[in-house]
């Protein structure tokens, strides 16, 4: 029942970043799952919910880039979920996860290292690419321009930023260490097929 009340929120909170928010935080919760299985000493519970919450405030960051949505959302998080009489411990547990996911501080539970890893995995392989060029259309980045910032990544820009994720991602669980580096054969070969058909290295005509 408590599922459910959860979900219904932050499919709301969600809905205010935009309509890739929730599909990301599905995605998440199925990583975090696919993370957790097998674990021993992990309370899924916590991951789960974790999962659904994690990116709740992210929303207000469309005001103003100096905020950080892990403590935004960690705040708005303790708040609900004392409104529905979720477990105390629970709820500690769940706002740490949410607030140390954004890398402000490192994760000290296990339920935290499994949220930022679901989180950083999918900004890897295909759906990084997707995302990208998403992030790209918003900020009105041309491609031309997006394979300059996979070549020279930087912080300075959103793309920049996600390329740096993409090359130099970090993990605390080996499961997804390894996944990532299966989803991220993809991203390689496909920037370089893209600097080649700038090029029209792909396209030399024979003299
Ligand atoms: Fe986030
Ligand atoms: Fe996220």
């Given at each position: 029942m408590q599922k459910v009340v959860i979900e219904r929120y932050a499919k709301r909170q969600m809905a205010k970043l935009g309509w890739h928010g929730w599909p990301h935080v599905k995605r998440v919760q199925r990583l975090c799952s696919r993370l957790s299985k097998g674990l021993k000493d992990v309370d899924y519970e916590v991951v789960e919910v974790s999962a659904?919450?994690?990116d709740i405030g992210k929303y207000m960051e469309k005001e103003s880039n100096a905020l950080d949505h892990g403590r935004i959302s960690a705040e708005m998080?303790?708040?609900?979920?004392?409104?529905?009489?979720?477990?105390?411990?629970?709820?500690?547990?769940?706002?740490?996860?949410?607030?140390?996911?954004?890398?402000?501080?490192?994760?000290?539970?296990?339920?935290?290292?499994?949220?930022?890893?679901?989180d950083m995995l999918d900004k890897m392989g295909a759906v990084g690419i997707a995302t990208i060029f998403i992030k790209a259309c918003l900020v009105g980045t041309t491609i031309e321009e997006a394979a300059e910032s996979w070549q020279n990544p930087s912080k300075g820009s959103?793309?920049?930023?996600?390329?740096?994720?993409?090359?130099?991602?970090?993990?605390?669980?080996?499961?997804?260490?390894?996944?990532?580096?299966?989803?991220?054969?993809?991203v390689y070969a496909f920037f370089k097929q893209l600097e080649k058909e700038i090029e029209l290295a792909d396209a030399q005509v024979k003299a």
């Open positions: 659904l919450l994690h998080a303790e708040e609900f979920l004392h409104s529905i009489e979720f477990d105390v411990e629970k709820v500690k547990a769940v706002c740490h996860a949410i607030r140390v996911h954004t890398h402000g501080e490192e994760p000290h539970s296990l339920e935290a290292k499994l949220l930022h890893d679901a959103f793309v920049g930023l996600h390329a740096l994720w993409l090359q130099k991602p970090h993990f605390y669980t080996k499961t997804a260490g390894n996944l990532a580096k299966r989803r991220n054969r993809i």
